[in-house]
Each structure stands twice: as structure tokens, then as C-alpha cells.
């Protein structure tokens, strides 16, 4: 197989300007991150993607058509970061829009399609984000991400195509086969606890919607933000605890969505930096079978509430991946019977359970397994089949 009919595979690993800075985005910026995640290790842990978000370009298109880049905030131009990026390794993201304009009102691509996808391969780029605003409403946006796609396809180099309309207009079924490499299922997520919980139960039960070549996108993560966004709407004050930026990161782990940072990666704690650069966490995820992860309703069932769930994801080779997780404001035990994984008693098996959090080997269990959870928290294990 050549390098581009690997595209997608896995989820992408990467950092997003949005989150943290929307508008307030520039040159200089973009080479710190790029600098960050060598220094810091986030190239290490797998990141790779340094995408730069809506509001880089002038609001009208030159003479010719193209779209320009804002010369005060990109004085070098987009080839030159392109270059200083791929100098380190990484691979570079821009972004774009499926309507005539941006979210932000600047030049969307529709009707430019080819054009830009020219444009955005000859500046070297790796990966487009595809916003949805501005889009005619009697134009399909099924046809409006074939377009694209096919124009990525064509443009002599191997751009990551990520949809981004927001879940809208039954999008997972039409997606996979438009030739795009993740789709976003969710509205924008905020830097609050409320929000990571809302777009977490959504996706639940949708596991057949996510896969190698075209994964589900719950958003970008706002691990470490901290209410650090300058925008008011995705989260100014507050933010969320260490506790539930965990919980965040081990929902979109398992679930099979990129992991885009969203955080100011040069001046984040290292608790955050801890949960964004967990290997056992970022190795579930980026499995190279890529399936979503199932739901099991804890027991005993009458217990039950949609706020305390396990998922799990077979992985490669056997392997389980289970998450146990308490989206509820009290302590509460998580009871897994192991016939609910398809492993019955008299298999003999015992599982041998490893905490990807604490990185300690839990031993061996038969039968079952009821650990507590504290509230807004989770618990990860990777589980080994021992008879
Ligand atoms: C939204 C999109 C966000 C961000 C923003 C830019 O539609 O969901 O992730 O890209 O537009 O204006």
C-alpha cells in the first residue's frame, strides 16, 4: 500500500488554534506550538497535526479568485510555515468552509473548490477542516463534501479531508462514502463540564458510525483550557477540573475520536499535560482496528442511569479496553459482569486488568469486576484474556 491510501487510519493526533484563540491567531503563534510539541514531548506521545482555524485570510478573494492570507497576522505567508512545520516533522492544517463564507465571514469555498484545494496543496498543506455556514440552503451538503473531497484527492498531494457540519442532516450516513477521513457528530463543545457530558452522551450507542478511514469527531478537546478561550461562548471563566478533563479525554479516547488539543500547550499545568500525553490512553485510541466502543449498563439494572455507563472497544489482538465512567454528581459503584463482554464463567478465562491511569496491574478477575467511581470521574482498564 502507498502512503496515501493510508490516510485516516487512525484517528488524527493534533492541536487546533480555536479553542483557545479563535480570531487571536498569527504567525508567530503557530511556530511556538510547533516548537512546544517538540520541547514539551507532544511529539512523542503521537501529535502531529498543527491546524490553524477560521479567521487566517483577508474577507475578499483576490482579483484572480484566490483567497489570500492575512498579511499581518501570516507576514511570511503559508508556505513558509508550511516549511518551518514540516521541518520539525509535523504535518500542517488549515481550514475552510462548504458555504460561501466562513463561520467568522471570511471566503468560504463553495464554488472555488478545485481552485482551493490547488492553492491549499501548492502551501504544502497535510489536512483541511470543512466548516458548514454560509452553506445554500438548496444545495446538498452531501454533494458539497463530495465536491471537495474529490478536489483534495486531485490535488497532487495528501491532504487529511475533516467534515465539519456539526452532525447535521444525518451526516453519518452519507459521510464515509463522500471520501472524508473524520466528520464532526457534535455541535462546538464549551470548556465545561456540562458540555463534555452532553456531546459524550450523544454518541453514545453509535459505534457502527466510526471506523478506520472515517472517524467520528466529537469535537476538539478542552483538556487544560481551563476557561483560557477568548471567546465567551466556548468558555472564558471556570473551565473544568483535572478530574473531568480526564474523564473528557478517556470518553473520546475509547469512542474513536481525533484527539485535537484545543489548549494553549505552551503555558498548560502538567496535570494537563499528564492526561493529553497518556500513551496507554492515546494507544486505545489510535488502535489500528479502529472500532467504536459498545455501551454496557452497569448492574445491578435497576439500578441503572444513563449518567453511569462502560464502554468498550475490542482492540487488535485480543485485547479489551474498558472504561467505567460516572457522569453523576455522587461516589457510585460500576459493576461489570464479564458474560456482558461475551466472556462466560465456564470459558475459564480470568481477566488480567491493567489501570491506564495509574499505570498499575489490578491482577487477575473472574466473573466480575465492581470498582467505585467518584463523581465526574472514570476509570480505565486494558484487559488481557489469561486461563
Ligand atoms: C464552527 C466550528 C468550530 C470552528 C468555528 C470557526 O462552525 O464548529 O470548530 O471551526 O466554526 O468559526
Known amino acids: 500500500m502507498n502512503a496515501s491510501t493510508m490516510l485516516g487510519l487512525a484517528p488524527a493526533l493534533g492541536w487546533n488554534s480555536w479553542n483557545t484563540f479563535t480570531w487571536d491567531i498569527n504567525e508567530q503563534l503557530i511556530r511556538e506550538v510547533a516548537d512546544t510539541f517538540i520541547s514539551e514531548g507532544y511529539k512523542d506521545a503521537g501529535y502531529e497535526y498543527i491546524v490553524i482555524d477560521d479567521c487566517w485570510s483577508l474577507k475578499e478573494r483576490d482579483a484572480d479568485g484566490r483567497l489570500v492570507v492575512d498579511p499581518v497576522k501570516f507576514p511570511g505567508g503559508m508556505k513558509a510555515l508550511a516549511d518551518y512545520i514540516h521541518a520539525k516533522g509535523l504535518k500542517f492544517g488549515m481550514y475552510s468552509c462548504a458555504g460561501t463564507h466562513t463561520c467568522a465571514g471570511y471566503p468560504g469555498s463553495f464554488e472555488h473548490e478545485f481552485q482551493d484545494a490547488r492553492q491549499f496543496a501548492e502551501w504544502e498543506i497535510d489536512y483541511l477542516k470543512y466548516d458548514y455556514c454560509f452553506k445554500p440552503r438548496n444545495i446538498p451538503g452531501e454533494l458539497l463534501y463530495k465536491r471537495m473531497s474529490l478536489a483534495l484527492k486531485n490535488s497532487g498531494r495528501d491532504i487529511l479531508f475533516s467534515a465539519c457540519n456539526w452532525g447535521e442532516d444525518n451526516v453519518p450516513r452519507w459521510i464515509r462514502s463522500s471520501g472524508a477521513h473524520m466528520y464532526r457528530s457534535t455541535p462546538d463543545i464549551q470548556d465545561r463540564w456540562d458540555s463534555i457530558k452532553t456531546l459524550a452522551h450523544s454518541q453514545l450507542d453509535q459505534e457502527c458510525y466510526t471506523g478506520v478511514f472515517c472517524h467520528n469527531d466529537m469535537d476538539m478537546l478542552v483538556v487544560g483550557m481551563y476557561g483560557g478561550s477568548n471567546d465567551e461562548f466556548i468558555g472564558r471563566i471556570g ?58 449498563k452497569p448492574e445491578p439494572q435497576w439500578f441503572h442511569t444513563d449518567e453511569v455507563f462502560i464502554l468498550v472497544k475490542a482492540l487488535a489482538g485480543g485485547d479489551l479496553a474498558i472504561g467505567f465512567f460516572n457522569m453523576s454528581e455522587t461516589r457510585r459503584e460500576v459493576s461489570l459482569l464479564f458474560w456482558d463482554l461475551g466472556l462466560p464463567y465456564a470459558s475459564g478465562y480470568s481477566l488480567s486488568l491493567y489501570d491506564c491511569w495509574s499505570h498499575q496491574e489490578l491482577g487477575l478477575h473472574k466473573e466480575r469486576f465492581s470498582p467505585v467511581v467518584e463523581a465526574h470521574d472514570c476509570l480505565v482498564l486494558r484487559a488481557k484474556l489469561v486461563d
Do not use: V
Open 239 to 296: 473551565g473544568c477540573t483535572d478530574t473531568e478533563y480526564k474523564t473528557h479525554f478517556s470518553l473520546w479516547s475509547l469512542m474513536g475520536s481525533p484527539l485535537m488539543i484545543g489548549c494553549d500547550i505552551r503555558k498548560t499545568s502538567p496535570a494537563a499535560k499528564e492526561i493529553l500525553q497518556n500513551k496507554d490512553l492515546i494507544a486505545i485510541n489510535q488502535d489500528p482496528e479502529g472500532r467504536g466502543a459498545y455501551r454496557i
